[in-house]
């Protein structure tokens, strides 16, 4: 921003922003063949945006600017680029294989990662081969995971994608909320003998999670008593048994009552929302499988070497992340779909929320000054084709404008059966879909096509579809391990590109922390304990209602 290529791109802006993507692909027919990335086994169409291929140009000398080659090679060489907590931004070494060598602070940091992943196999190996057993002897059925954020939004979303490929005979659920009920609806038709619980938390001081693991500890200790028979001491000694933790933080977990042994670690250097290919996944890693986990590593990894090697004008994540740029900042984009057309990705819109929401949403450069434009989207979506019959509407013929992406798969991961016996399967159905509304979107339907379907004249304007919507397709082979972890790494890299050329910290989350401090104040207020007289007289008013209504008065 600011800067001569800034102000090249802005110029260029106002020469292509009125064309039609009829026009652009009339003008370059070529551009579906030619503005298309392959980043390790994901395929990516570009050519459906407001955008050709001089944009793209432009956009990567806006990078170039921004120094983001310098700062995608400090990323990756361990300095300390997420300078508001002076700590190194190393997710990529979570995936780097065994015989890498990365030393950082003098510690070689791919010998710890794969000391922690190796712990975590024999754990997972025990639990699914039936070896670790409750306190009754039982083999373990269900894994709860207690979390929140980065602590839980990887791991379940990561667990529903590959469901296909876990162990049936074993079930993960995910307590996140401090609702009561969240905890209380995810164990209350479970065995405490044949459950585990994961409690998750990079710092160990998070409030939800502590006070879930707490509730879940006191339901194992009591349950294993009154079902089992268990006494006291020995419920209470089961907990080793019954929890083990993920964390930073040893202390706390030890604190806390969970033996030291039982806890698998990670480092500062990862973020809670990049945090899942890290003990964080463990869960995951016993549902999928020590083998399947690291495919899905080697798939983050792929895209990491993607994303660090391949020029700019070639590079997945360079140029998405560009592209959220171009519209966010010259055509007002203020949100950005993300529409899976897999059911199994179901809360890959959820995690997305996390990672590039927490990361981008600043409004202050590096150096503490306001930024010099818009920054972060919201980002928000719902698998297709659920989506086709809920908020689609906007997107065809609302007024904003609205980037989406379109994430689908050649191959079904389930083996299918025609109802009807055509030549089309369940799965072409779907994806005729998926290829059907990247296209309405973009070319849409002219009033004098509209009119020639014999539509009355007073009904055509309200069928008319403008098109001239951008869209990216990213299309792969199948949802495996591997493309997973590719798909979750290219959007990691797209969040950070922004944030390059925005000049923000996108590994920082202060703006997290005002709310949390006052929900601890405001508890004597709830419960009566303390006066309203300090609140403001909106939030005193309704706590007042509150407590009148809990016959507090
Ligand atoms: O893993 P934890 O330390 O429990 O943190 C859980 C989450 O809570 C915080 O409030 C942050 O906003 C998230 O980035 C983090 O993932």
């Known amino acids: 921003m600011g800067t001569p290529a800034w102000e090249a791109l802005s110029r260029h802006h106002d020469d292509v922003a009125g064309a039609h993507l009829r026009d652009l692909f009339a003008q370059d027919p070529s551009r579906a063949r030619e503005m298309v990335v392959d980043a390790a086994d994901l395929h990516l169409d570009l050519s459906k945006h407001r955008a050709t291929r001089e944009t793209l140009r432009l956009l990567v000398e806006v990078a170039e600017a921004a120094g983001l080659r310098e700062r995608i090679d400090a990323m990756f060489a361990g300095e300390r680029i997420n300078t508001t907590e002076d700590r190194a931004v190393l997710h990529t070494a979570l995936r780097l294989p065994r015989d890498a060598r990365l030393v950082v602070d003098g510690q070689d940091v791919v010998a710890d990662v794969h000391e922690v992943l190796d712990r975590m196999a024999s754990f997972a190996d025990a639990v699914r081969g039936g070896s670790w057993t409750g306190a009754t002897g039982q083999r373990i059925r269900t894994v709860v995971n207690i979390g929140i954020g980065g602590s839980d939004l990887g791991p379940v979303m990561a667990y529903e994608a590959l469901k296909h490929v876990s162990d049936r005979d074993l079930t993960c659920r995910f307590v996140s909320n401090i609702d009561p009920t969240d905890v209380h609806e995810s164990t209350r038709d479970l065995d405490p003998a044949t459950t585990l619980f994961v409690v998750a938390s990079k710092t160990f001081t998070t409030l939800e999670t502590l006070t879930n693991a707490r509730l879940a500890r006191a339901w194992l200790v009591e349950g294993l008593q009154e079902r089992h028979g268990l006494s006291p001491e020995d419920a209470q000694a089961a907990v080793a048994q019954h929890f083990v933790a993920v964390s930073t933080a040893a202390e706390k977990v030890a604190d806390f009552g969970i033996d030291p042994q039982n806890m698998y670690g990670f480092w500062d250097w990862v973020g ?237 989350q202060w703006g997290v922390e005002l709310g949390k401090t006052m929900a601890r104040q405001l508890v004597p207020a709830l419960t009566g304990e303390a006066g309203l007289d300090e609140h403001d007289p909106s939030t005193a008013a309704l706590v007042a209602r509150y407590r009148a209504g809990r016959g507090r008065v």
């Open 272 to 508: 809670g929302r990049y945090s899942y290919a890290s003990a964080v996944g463990l869960s995951l890693m016993v549902a999928i499988g020590p083998t399947a986990f690291r495919e899905m590593l080697d798939g983050f990894h792929a895209m990491d070497e993607h994303f660090r090697t391949a020029p700019f004008d070639a590079n997945a994540p360079v140029l998405l992340g560009l592209l959220d740029v171009w519209y966010t900042d010259l055509f007002g984009a203020e949100t950005h779909a993300v529409l899976p057309y897999s059911q199994y990705l179901h809360r890959f819109p959820a995690y997305l929320q996390q990672l590039t929401m927490e990361s981008n949403g600043k409004s202050v450069r590096l150096d503490g000054s306001p930024v010099r434009a818009a920054t972060g989207e919201v980002w928000w979506g719902e698998p297709g084709t659920n989506g086709q019959h809920a908020f689609y509407q906007l997107l065809h013929q609302g007024t904003r404008i609205v980037p989406a992406d379109f994430i689908g798969f050649v191959e079904p991961v389930q083996p299918l059966a025609d109802p009807e016996g055509g030549a089309a399967d369940v799965h072409d159905l779907f994806m005729s879909n998926y290829f059907a509304q990247t296209a309405a979107l973009a070319f849409g339907k002219t009033a004098e096509e509209v009119a020639a379907d014999g539509t009355d004249p007073a009904v055509v304007p309200h069928k008319v579809m403008p098109g001239n919507r951008p869209t990216t397709s990213i299309l792969a082979q199948r949802l495996t391990p591997s493309v997973l972890g590719q798909l979750v790494a290219l959007y990691e890299h797209t969040t950070f590109v922004q944030g390059v050329v925005w000049g923000i910290d996108s590994f920082d």
